[in-house]
């Protein structure tokens, strides 16, 4: 006889993320990368090594260290996505890994930091960075890392899904609550 056993929606989420992430993207090259030094990622304009630098690049601006390297590769993805279709945004890309230099993804985190800090007014690094938020915290492997629930509109709104379900606040006192409705006097 088999157990009922109840799981929160948090949990859920962390625990399908991985076998939905894989169903998505199984079958092509981008399933087969680890969080390892291994890169198999489709790019279409970029070189591996180039993409292999960005991957750092994007885990240097936004460090996560438990989140899946599949997080950070669809980041290289978008640049090479969007330097596809635009040959200024190419040379961009490829001069700025350039001025990173071959060392770049192997260096320590303290180096690269320093690195990506002489660059951080280019306009290089800026693109990177913002193509890597908008990109990287925009994945389900995000949300379930950071326990983000998704968007409440399709399911009926905050209000009545835990808007006001912050455990770790202790409860406020009623005279800090606000005023009263009329005609009640508690």
């Known amino acids: 006889m088999s157990e009922l056993v109840q799981v929160d929606r948090r949990t859920m989420l962390k625990m399908t993320t991985g076998v939905l ?21 489709d790019l279409s304009v970029l070189t591996s090594a180039e993409g292999v630098t960005l991957m750092a690049m994007a885990r240097t601006i936004a460090p996560h260290d438990k ?17 596809s279709n635009d040959a200024n945004e190419l040379t961009l890309v490829r001069e700025g890994i350039a001025s990173l230099g071959s060392i770049f993804a192997t260096s320590p985190e303290s ?13 290089f690094f800026q693109t990177v960075r913002l193509k890597t938020l908008q990109t990287l915290y925009a994945t389900p492997m995000a949300y379930a890392y950071f326990g983000y629930e998704g968007e409440a ?25 606000g005023p009263m409705p009329v005609g009640r006097r508690d």
Do not use: C, H
């Not at 590769?73 to 330097?83: F, M, N, P």
């Not at 180096?111 to 306009?123: G, H, M």
């Open 21 to 41: 992430t894989g169903l998505v993207l199984a079958g092509t090259p981008l399933a087969a990368i680890a969080s390892g030094p291994a890169w198999a990622v």
């Open 111 to 123: 180096e690269r930091v320093a690195a990506l800090k002489k660059i951080e007014p280019s306009t």
């Open 67 to 83: 989140l899946d390297g599949v997080a950070y590769a669809l980041v290289v993805r978008a640049i090479d996505d969007t330097s």
């Open 153 to 177: 509109f399709s399911k009926g709104g905050y209000l009545l899904r835990g808007f006001n379900d912050l455990r770790w606040l202790p409860e406020a006192p009623i005279e800090d609550g």
